[in-house]
């Protein structure tokens, strides 16, 4: 199976609702993104990563291959992505980069981390906006590939402390703090949020299906948090632009007296 580029023009700006909510809470929820056919081969595919990884090809065997490649550049998160991490540096090239990937299967009485994060513990990645310009270092997309109802395990997020200036009282790291807000949504939904809001993967309390996702997280085109570990090959297969998701994180070549806009083998972070 093959997976085009989706066309440049496909992502509209993100609005100035998206980014007013952003700023307030610390996230986005964006329900319905995907068709179901999309949904049900992404699913059967983190499936058999979990269960039956050997009979995927090499190079499928991540959550940034096979049919899951289709979100890691879909328009309706470039749009979101554009203006919290930075614009494309050119048509070709964009001015983000996705970083770490994972996929989860959690099942009924399953509870996943606990709550973590908030305000500037992720260093030069943390959460900033000055002059009606948000930067949101570390930036992370999840993907719902099965329903999920109000208080039935979502993600939990502590709105507004990716801006907080003062540590999270002990009566409140806990998951039954009041102070969570979580969401519910159809399969192919995403919730985008910034990294340095505190959050969790609280229980699974269904037993209709489990939580199915994909965690892929992003960053500006010149910083790194995480070590990818994504074979280079499963890069090289990817279509040109959406190859550009995973170059170094360096700005500008002086040697050379150009910018980093491009994908070779000299050019990967991994």
């Known amino acids: 199976m093959s997976y085009d580029?989706?066309?440049?023009?496909?992502?509209?700006?993100?609005?100035?609702?998206?980014?007013?909510?952003?700023?307030?809470?610390?996230?986005?929820?964006?329900?319905?993104?995907l068709g179901e056919d999309d949904v049900c081969a992404i699913r059967d595919h983190i499936q058999a990563l979990r269960h039956d990884r050997?009979?995927?090809d090499p190079n499928d065997r991540y959550s940034l291959s096979g049919p899951a490649q289709i979100l890691v550049d879909h328009p309706a998160i470039v749009s979101v992505l554009r203006g919290v991490l930075g614009g494309d540096r050119n048509d070709d090239c964009y001015g983000f980069r996705c970083e770490n990937s994972f996929s989860m299967i959690r099942s009924e009485g399953e509870v996943g981390l606990e709550p973590h994060g908030g305000g500037l513990g992720v260093g030069v990645h943390a959460y900033s906006c000055q002059n009606g310009s948000i930067y949101s270092g570390l930036t992370r997309v999840a993907w719902e590939l099965n329903p999920v109802r109000h208080g039935e395990g979502g993600t939990l997020v502590m709105s507004g402390s990716h801006k907080m200036n003062f540590p999270i009282p002990e009566t409140h790291r806990g998951f039954d703090s009041p102070l969570f807000e979580t969401y519910e949504c159809p399969p192919g939904s995403a919730i985008i949020f910034s990294e340095s809001v505190n959050h969790a993967g609280p229980l699974w309390k269904t037993k209709e299906h489990?939580?199915?996702?994909?965690?892929?997280?992003?960053?500006?085109?010149?910083?790194?948090?995480?070590?990818?570990?994504?074979?280079?090959?499963?890069?090289?297969?990817?279509?040109?632009?959406?190859?550009?998701?995973?170059r170094g994180v360096w700005h500008h070549d002086f040697y050379r007296g150009v910018p980093n806009d491009y994908f070779s083998e000299e050019n990967v972070a991994l």
């Open 210 to 246: 489990p939580r199915m996702a994909i965690f892929n997280c992003y960053s500006n085109a010149d910083a790194q948090y995480h070590k990818l570990c994504l074979p280079q090959e499963v890069i090289e297969a990817m279509p040109p632009k959406r190859r550009t998701l995973f």
């Open 5 to 33: 580029d989706h066309p440049i023009d496909a992502a509209i700006p993100m609005t100035d609702e998206q980014k007013f909510v952003f700023d307030l809470k610390g996230w986005l929820l964006l329900p319905g993104l």
């Open 54 to 56: 050997d009979s995927l």
